[in-house]
């Protein structure tokens, strides 16, 4: 029978309170800790006992070392002495526990106890949460960058939608947990000069935050298994695998690196760079894809697949769909002697913007059918309607030989329309605004007025 078991527990550095509650709790069910890791402590099962705990943190000890410095075991020597056995450590975190009722403390200077922590948080909790918010920071820039690019889909997308509310939350809790130490060192700081002992870093608000922020990593984890298990978009996916893939990057030097007996300083800076590399070049990765072939990905609808000639050397694969869309050509024009039609109609929706996309091609070729394509938005946030107003109006700069002009609103009875001109000519593609509501059509030409009766019906407008 296994004798040991291994058990997340979510600890921080700067809490040594909360974590030396927990081991003792565990001890007292009979589990007793081994090893603590980055992710999994391992416990060994036994009869349950009543042990007292400590954290105590030394400068000199770093998961870069290649093994306990002369110094360290010093200072496990003289915690030995006053009845404090080493059990573990992780970076400058050092566990000792004790089987006496009331253990002799062999850290009884506070002020030394306070500047002791604070010289080791500055090599490994500082840094790491600057590491952590910069990684994120830099995720952020990108889904900003999407955002820009094309805020409807932005906010009509929850492939989008959940990266960035992700990305927000684990932003929030690392510069929430930095500012909560530096808040901590000013109370020790204060109580010390008042003869007093370092400060309580642990109290209701903190509790009711973690718990907050793990009910959030769990609904996260149920949300991507749903996706997982249906339609997860591969960029959001790449999302998920980032923090994963950097910790095994950055885990796997320095355990490379202390197996070849590399100086802890030597070590930090090349694990470091690599991570710093890896980060970059990752995000560059993504950012590369998501140019490249945009956010899309197969909307679930049947379709049947042909082979078309795109010139005389070289045929193509075409998808052909077969949806229910609402306007149709046939609508517009009578039948369409045309066996090669593909409709497609692409739904997506959020909090902020419900959008639904409808297509109809025809396959290229010299004398093709006539095609259509609407999209219609719909939102009752008035920030979004006018962002999504603003983005449909913007003509690049580089298209100066392109224009918007209103439309009389009594054509589609709308509140506000444009229409697309090209070089003084007018095109087919309408920009439609009502209530709540925006249609954009692109038709190849401006229908006629008895269209213009059939696209209202048909679209209810």
């Known amino acids: 029978m296994k004798n040991t078991t291994k058990r997340i527990i979510n600890f921080r550095f700067d809490r040594y309170e909360d974590t030396e509650k927990k081991l003792e709790k565990l001890a007292a069910k009979g589990l007793f800790l081994e ?10 099962k036994g009869e349950p006992k009543k042990l007292k ?6 400068s000199e000890g770093s998961v870069f070392n290649p093994g306990i410095t002369y110094n360290q075991q010093t200072y496990f020597d ?10 573990s450590q992780l970076n400058q975190m050092q566990i000792f526990c004790s089987e006496a009722d009331n253990p002799i403390p ?11 922590i604070k010289r080791c948080m500055k090599k490994s909790f500082i840094p790491s949460m600057f590491m952590t918010i910069l990684i994120l920071a830099l995720n952020m820039v990108l889904q900003f960058n999407s955002f820009q690019r094309d805020p409807i889909d932005f906010l009509s997308d929850t492939r989008h939608l959940f990266p960035i509310s992700m990305l927000l939350v684990a932003t929030i809790y690392a510069m929430y947990s930095l500012l909560d130490y530096f808040v901590w060192c000013k109370r ?53 695998l980032q923090m994963p893939i950097l910790t095994f990057v950055f885990w796997t030097s320095i355990k490379y690196l202390r197996r070849k007996k590399v100086s802890a300083a030597k070590n930090k800076i ?13 995000i560059a990765f993504i950012m590369m894809l998501v140019l490249k072939f945009g956010f899309d990905t197969d909307n679930g609808s049947e379709y049947q697949t042909v082979s078309w000639p795109v010139n005389s050397a070289h045929n193509r694969e075409y998808k052909l769909y077969s949806d229910n869309i609402p306007l149709k050509c046939e609508d517009l024009y009578g039948e369409i002697d045309y066996d090669y039609y593909s409709y497609e109609e692409k739904k997506d929706s959020t909090l902020f913007l419900s959008k639904s996309v409808y297509r109809q091609d025809s396959l290229p070729a010299k004398n093709s059918p006539p095609e259509i394509e609407y999209e219609i938005l719909e939102t009752q946030i008035d920030f979004v309607y006018q962002l999504s107003k603003d983005h449909l109006l913007e003509i690049p700069e580089w298209r100066d030989n392109t224009s918007f002009e209103s439309v009389d609103n009594k054509v589609f009875e709308t509140i506000e329309a444009y229409q697309r001109y090209y070089d003084d ?3 087919g593609e309408y920009i439609l605004l009502f209530n709540n509501r925006i249609i954009v059509l692109n038709m190849e030409k401006p229908p006629t007025p008895k269209q213009v009766e059939v696209i209202k019906e048909k679209l209810q407008i």
Do not use: Q
């Open 35 to 44: 090893e603590c890791g980055s992710f999994f402590w391992t416990f060994r």
């Open 53 to 58: 705990y400590t954290v105590t943190y030394f």
């Open 78 to 87: 003289y915690a030995k002495a006053a009845g404090w056995n080493f059990i």
């Open 106 to 116: 062999f850290e009884t200077d506070e002020k030394e106890k306070f500047n002791n």
């Open 188 to 240: 020790s700081e204060k109580s010390i000069a008042n003869g007093g002992g370092c400060a309580e870093n642990s109290n209701m608000v903190h509790k009711i935050v973690d718990i907050i922020f793990t009910i959030f990593i769990f609904v996260f984890a149920g949300y991507v298994l749903f996706y997982m298990a249906f339609e997860m978009g591969w960029v959001v996916l790449l999302f998920i």
């Open 270 to 282: 090349i694990s470091v760079t690599m991570l710093t590399i890896v980060s970059f070049a990752y």
């Open 425 to 427: 000519n007018p095109t």
